[in-house]
């Protein structure tokens, strides 16, 4: 089963798609991990991903198309995953039906996490993420439990350059641009299906859940 979480940028995906992959046993793909990790590496996609992410641009779609299908081509992929952050254009969302379709798969079902903009604005400048294990805390309601270092690995915790709020305003253009008609795409297909992304982590994943479980996922 292939499941995506489509979102404005601090809609939860990420967070929420951990433990859904931990829930469900399923490989969990983001394409923003992969770019970060590729930047942290030094990697030639990882200059090229640096100079567009840090400007609250998205990067083209046939390298960021090619990095999940070669994922997604992956043994532990056989039986599916779980997509976060991809698709976010309607042209990465048509390549992919396509792939899956040679494939003889296809996405089952599209959870969008739905959240007040100014909800997100305050999320994303209390957001912090562990440079080296890459967990994700919320200076408000799931800080570190020291307030300054990573609870996993004991790294500092950081804000990511795109959370700096310059960018932040121009990552929630791009999505109203190019992410949001995707909504409307999954909707005519029949395969979406929607989650308040509110009060937290756990009503969170309780939405969702309760929306797969409606949904007899
Ligand atoms: P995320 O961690 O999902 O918020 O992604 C961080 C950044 O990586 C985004 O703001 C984009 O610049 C880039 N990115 C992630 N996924 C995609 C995608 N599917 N298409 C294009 N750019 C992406």
């Given at each position: 089963m292939i499941i995506m979480l489509l979102g404005a940028p601090g809609a939860g995906k990420g967070t929420q798609a951990v433990e859904l992959a931990k829930i469900l046993c399923m490989p969990h793909i983001s394409t923003g991990v992969i770019f970060r990790a590729n930047i942290?590496?030094?990697t030639e996609l990882g200059?090229?991903?640096a100079s567009i992410i840090n400007k609250g641009m998205l990067v083209p779609d046939d390298v960021t198309f090619a990095i999940v299908k070669d994922r997604l081509s992956q043994e532990d992929c056989a039986d599916g995953a779980i997509l976060d952050g991809f698709p976010r254009t309607i042209p990465q969302a048509r390549m992919l039906d396509e792939y899956l379709e040679s494939q003889g798969k296809k996405l089952d079902v599209v959870i969008n996490i739905?959240?007040?903009e100014q909800e997100i604005v305050k999320r994303l400048s209390e957001r912090r993420v562990c440079?080296?294990?890459k967990a994700?805390?919320?200076l408000g309601h799931r800080p570190p439990a020291n307030g300054i270092n990573c609870d996993v690995c004991g790294a500092e915790v950081i804000l990511r350059d795109d959370d700096k709020p310059e960018?932040?305003?121009k990552r929630l253009d791009e999505y109203h641009v190019s992410t949001e008609p995707l909504i409307e795409y999954y909707k005519e297909k029949g395969n979406l299906i929607e989650s308040k992304g509110v009060n937290g982590i756990r009503d969170s994943l309780n939405n969702t859940i309760k929306?797969?479980?409606m949904r007899n996922v």
């Open positions: 942290k590496e030094g200059k090229l991903a739905v959240i007040d440079p080296e294990c994700t805390y919320h960018v932040v305003q929306a797969l479980v």
